[in-house]
């Protein structure tokens, strides 16, 4: 048992007298500081003020001072920096090349020049004390990686021990020598921070087999330049030796001074070595393939170059080597490598390729005008025209006699909406008591689940139900401010009705194994922080402290959705059965196989045989917090179960009257740097201005299609006064309606009777009268195979219940603005330019309007009804598709279409107006003057004559 004036941890690994002080340096509880004089310790569990300085170095290694009187705290998740009672934090960042290249911090050092060294697991640092960032020298020069001790001799040389060795580092010039056990050290693994510099300027490091001592000076490293030669070529990992048949070597590699090889063959790796092996431990080459490389590669265990696939060309292979500088060594030994091209890339194949393509080129464009030619040949003639006029009020009467019927049947809606508002209300609390005796009736063979949903739901229902009536029997009586207050109170109560049958229904998913288990990088300090801003104002209810000790950079594999539910069932428990004004704490600890997530509370406590009965899934008892709430135990038994899906547990740990806690143990899944990338769930956009597009629903016709009368009626609710609604109870009953009436767009339920949502969607999109119609569905479920089936299926949107209303209207209106889009397209392009025309005129439908109207237009009996015929519709059914695709009636289609050709026959200016009014399907030249001069504001004579002027054909 600790005391207040003791060390926080039995693992001490460093202690620096400062001043009058020792600082202690604890693996696994932080830093102590001991007063010698009074004999006493400071931590963070007994300093507040100075908690969280001495808490972060949780695992120190060393504690160094530097010349300014600062503290360097190493430790193995990170180096801290303590500068007048403020912490600085440098932790590794893969985003980051400035950060520390390591979080397990080795030792630290500051040479003479006042330059801090920091060793790591990593390799060797150098901090920059401007921009408060670090050089990762490993990335400079060849230094080892795992760092032990750091000296410095008097020339400014780093002499730095590892487990390879010592290596002397220049600074300056970041050259390096290693030296092993092969020159005399007692071994090449040396121990972390054992060193020392004598006054006299010699160097002792400990290892495994003692220690080596040496003076610095007297260490000479001679410098020896080598004749390098080659000894082996591989191409395509083949070993080629001379005169075999590949045909590459005549003589061996070591006398050849160049090589030729295929564009196919340039994958290859040449070896070396070198004559004099005096200096064989220490000997270092490097190598340069010009015309290809910038700069040298230095190599030292691994003396071959390796080269692929490389572009055809000339290169000069050169290495050289020594034991000791490089930069200087003139022992060179060059090869010659040429790569020859394949025979599409040579300048002959080039010139016949481009005179292929380019004859190709113009014997399409020949054949493109022959057929464009030939089009404008078989043009019919002798078109004669009857009255269009008489159609189009026609198909405008009719247009105006259904949006009349529809909205008939919208004011008989809205006469019943006021008493369906009202009454809404109580249909809704009605709803609810069936469903909870229905409940009840299956829970007779399951008692622990009735206890469950009776003691979840009980106060939401009971608001909703009391409120309701409220509203039903005193609606007179009570003013606007009364009823929005009652309203909100019930909506509040609804959705916290849903939230809790969403609980129950993951719960019960869990019983029957079908819960979906889906674990993501997670951390542990964001999602505590989350848990505790969700149920601090309970707490702050009760004035109970939270105090969060969690770490901050504990990362692991986790089910996140599942550690939420198990963090807020802990903390939620915790504050139930807590005494007002006590306190909460929350603590994590880290193994290398466990995560322990604490949850210790100051409440009644527990007895052990309570703690067994709420952990037995068939025995389940309430009991009263102490404030009266009520619990089952049904949040523990949540997150035991959860926690067994991740193969972690739970522990409790309790005392009558002294307070509980409880321990989720989960497995320490590492997480990988590249693990924390994420990606962000799908949000539901709703970005459409809603009032400033509601115009685009005004004469629209929208189908809804649901089983259940009340959520029809609701989203009929949302969108009343803003377009046309008619409403089908089941999947057949709306297929037939949508060939019926033909709406605008179309929102289905996905479960329902007859005919699901999914087979009505993949019917209407299969149907050529109804496959141009968006179709919205709508689901409860959140599973992505019906999202994927609704997609399959051919649907424009798929939405999951519940929904904001608001976010339902903006997708409406997103697809009808994109249908918009899509039409006015269609107009604009709709042209008898016939290049135009078969670039454009994409969709199967249109192009089939198109050629009739094109083999019908002289044809003076020519009509929407036997347009509509040839295509195989009713004259309803092609009015509702044409205009729904093209944005305009038939009858204008056709009426612009006639107009267009005479407007290209008078620029031709080979026929009299008269002819060409005939030609064009116009009996009468005067009715044809006035449609011509409405859409070119001047008659057919009078646009020849501006024609004649301006010398235009």
Known sequence: MQSSNSLSHNQVKDIELIGEKLYIATYGDGINIYDVYKNQFTNHLNNKQLSDILYAPLFGNQIYRDVQNRIWVASIRGLY?????????FVYSPSDSASINSNHVVTIYQDKKKQIWIGTKKGLNLYDEVSGKFLNMNQMSRLPEDVKAILEDKKGNLWISSNIGITKFNPVSLETVQFTEADGLQANEFHERSCLLTKSGKMYFGGINGFSAFFPEDIEVSNTESVPYLTELRVLNQIIKPNDKTGILNKNIMFCDEITLPYN?????????????????RLKYAYKMENLD????????????????????????????????????NQIRMLKVTITPPIWAQFWFKVFAFVIITLAVFYYVQRKIWRLEKMKKELAKDVRERTFEIELQKDQLEDLA?????????????????????????????ELKIANSELKKINETKNKLFSLIAHDLKGPIGSIKSFSSLLVSDYKDLDDDEIVDYLEIIQDSSHASVEMFENLLEWARSQTETVQFKPEAVNLKEIISNVIEFQNLTASNKSIQIVDRVGKNIWFYADKNMLLTILRNLISNSIKFTNEGGAITIQSDETDTEILISVKDTGIGMTDKRINSILNKEDQHSSLGTEGEKGVGLGLTICKEFLQIHGGKILIESELGMGTTIIAVLPNKKVESKDFVTFPDAVESNDIDLQQNASILKDKLLLIIDDNANSRHAIKHSLKNKCEIIEAKNGLQGIELAKEKMPDCIISDIIMPEKTGIELCRELKADKFTNFIPIILLTSSKEEIHKRDAYTAGADEFITKPFNPEMLESRIINLLIKQENIKKMIRESISLEEESLNSTINNEFLQKVHDIANLHINDSEFSIEFLASQLGYSRYQFFRKFKAIVGQTPVEYILNYRLQKAEILLRKGKLRVSEIAYETGFSNPKYFATTFRKKYGMTPSEYMEKRQMAGLS
């Not at 190599?299 to 034991?323: H, I, Q, R």
Request: without cysteine.
């Open 81 to 89: 920096l303590i500068d007048d009672n403020k912490v600085k934090t």
């Open 265 to 281: 063959k340039s994958t290859f790796t040449i070896e070396f070595s070198s004559i004099d092996e005096s200096h064989a431990q």
């Open 294 to 329: 910038k700069s040298w590669t230095y190599v030292e265990d691994n003396n071959k170059a390796y080269f692929t696939n490389l572009d055809p060309g000339v290169y000069y292979f050169k290495v050289k080597a020594a034991s000791g500088s490089l930069k200087n060594s």
């Open 402 to 430: 259904d949006k009349l019927q529809f909205q008939n049947l919208t004011l008989r809606e809205h006469q019943e909406q006021l008493q369906e508002t009202f009454s809404e209300l109580k249909i809704q609390s009605d």
